[in-house]
């Protein structure tokens, strides 16, 4: 009888725990296929976090930064769902500034335009970041709804700007 009863356990055990190995899990989204866009931010991190309850953990990358700082967060978890895509009207534009800065202008098609208007319409005072190859590469809070399309991204070095042109590229649409 106490056979019987040990079987039993151990396979009540066993059905418990592929269960529990079976249950559905929370979709997980690489940050590199993210999206170039304009993201919600909903966390700050100053190292890689071991796991994250909201949104995508990316890096921040200060190497866009002209004048980053140590404080600045290393890491930022996204909103992977509400987001504006960097589909841009034109090539992006590049202008040097005298004190060594570079800005690029990005203009953005209708229909990203559209989205820009209304994301950051629901996102006042809310900090976005702009994310292109799976990072962040700035990060804002939103002061009024941008609703001319035409994005700056400023402060960032000669190479980085020069980097993000050529990321850029593909984000053209005709």
Known sequence: MQIIVTRLFVSVAIIVCLSACSSPRKAVISPKTLPDGMYLVLAEYPMAPASSEQGVVIPFSHDFLLDASEEDPRFLAVDPVDFVALQLASAP???????????????????????????????????VAIVIGGQAVTKHKVKSVIDGGKLLISWCTKFACEKLLVELQDNVRR
């Not at 990005?106 to 994301?119: E, G, I, P, V």
């Open 93 to 127: 534009e590049q202008s040097e500034q005298p004190d060594q800065r570079v800005n690029l202008l990005l203009s953005l098609n209708s229909m990203a335009k559209d989205q820009l208007a209304a994301f950051t319409a629901k996102n006042l005072n809310k900090p």
